[in-house]
């Protein structure tokens, strides 16, 4: 994708604070930019009011651009910014910063304006790391972005399966689970033991894996209230979270499948990780495979997946399945909180 030709600004944009009304423009917005992950007005309500009540109150504002539209009093929703302190990653000095143009509207002046007004605000808030990015297929945002003073830290690429002739015979011989091991879903464990025990037992295994998942800073601590967050999700399939327990009750291992926005064909992978004690036995293969299985009884042709380009045992794992990448999301940083 090239840089887009500058044409003449029709009107000055107007920058506003974003709101709940203004959550079907902004998702159309999105749509354009990055299709493969367009939300629904309906996430984007989810998610705001989720930060807005979490218990640990993560800094979160957003903006809109408005311009003039072709016919008179007509308005265009043709840019958005977000300022953020994203929870799973929680310090008072850092924050994430989300901007996008409608590629009809860029070279207009309407990024500038955006940005001037995040850096107004990033400046009152004294922040000390700021951490922003794009995707690589939009080479038009490194250059940009290293310009404001940014270096990329980190990729995260979506490898993406399709479903449709996979060959799970092909690895019979891989998909056994080891002794005194048990696969069942968390909504399976949620019939056996009820909503609480299941959910206890699944936050002892996904507290301890995901602070071995990679990042660009510290992890916060996950608390049992974070869970709970995370498991009120829209996209929450039950069935779809694959546990490995061991004979005494506890999680060991875990794969996550999350319902999409892009509709019931599509299914995303989020945690799939090991208790350290348990690792290399093959759990986390186990684990995918027999996700994979629950993907296609429900109906999925697609499995999407973020990987760090860290993470090589995971990218290696997804590689041998089939996973396949499409461009990844390049993040860069300025600052640093421990300076």
């Not at 999700?233 to 999680?251: C, K, N, R, S, T």
Request: glycine residues 8%; aromatic residues 8%; charged residues 25%.
């Amino acid at each position: 994708m090239s840089q887009p030709e500058r044409r003449e600004v029709i009107s000055e944009p107007r920058i506003r604070e974003a709101g709940p009304d203004d959550y079907p423009a902004l998702a159309r917005l999105i749509a354009e930019v990055t299709p493969q992950h367009a939300p629904t007005p309906k996430t984007l309500r989810h998610q705001r009011e989720e930060a807005a009540r979490h218990p640990l109150r993560p800094h979160f504002y957003e903006w809109l651009a408005e311009l003039d539209g072709p016919e008179p009093g007509q308005t265009v929703v043709a840019g958005y910014t977000q300022v953020a302190q994203f929870v799973g990653m929680l310090h008072p000095g850092r924050y994430h910063v989300e901007l996008m143009v409608q590629p009809e509207w860029r070279c207009r002046g309407i990024g500038r304006a955006l940005e001037r007004t995040v850096a107004a605000h990033l400046q009152g808030r004294g922040a000390k790391e700021v951490l922003a990015g794009g995707y690589e297929d939009q080479p038009y945002l490194a250059p940009l972005l290293e310009r404001r003073g940014f270096s990329e830290v980190m990729r995260y690429f979506d490898n993406v399966l399709e479903l449709e002739g996979f060959d799970f015979d092909r690895w019979a011989d891989q998909a056994q689970v080891p002794g005194g091991v048990r696969l069942i879903s968390l909504a399976d464990l949620m019939a056996e033991v009820g909503e609480d025990a299941a959910y206890r037992a699944f936050y002892d295994a996904f507290a301890e894996i995901r602070r071995d998942v990679p990042r660009p800073g510290e992890a916060t601590a996950t608390s049992y209230e974070d869970v709970l967050i995370r498991l009120r999700d829209p996209h929450f399939f039950p069935q779809g979270i694959v546990l490995a327990q061991a004979a005494g009750g506890e999680v060991v291992a875990l794969s996550e499948l999350w319902r999409s926005d892009q509709g019931p064909e599509r299914l995303n992978i989020g945690l799939t990780g090991t208790r350290r004690a348990w690792r290399r036995k093959g759990l986390a293969l186990v684990l995918k495979l027999a996700a994979m299985r629950v993907a296609r009884e429900a109906g999925a042709r697609e499995l999407w997946t973020g990987n760090a380009s860290t993470n090589a045992p995971m990218l290696a794992l997804n590689e041998r399945l089939g996973f396949r990448p499409r461009p990844a999301y390049v993040e860069y940083r300025r600052g640093s909180v421990d300076d």
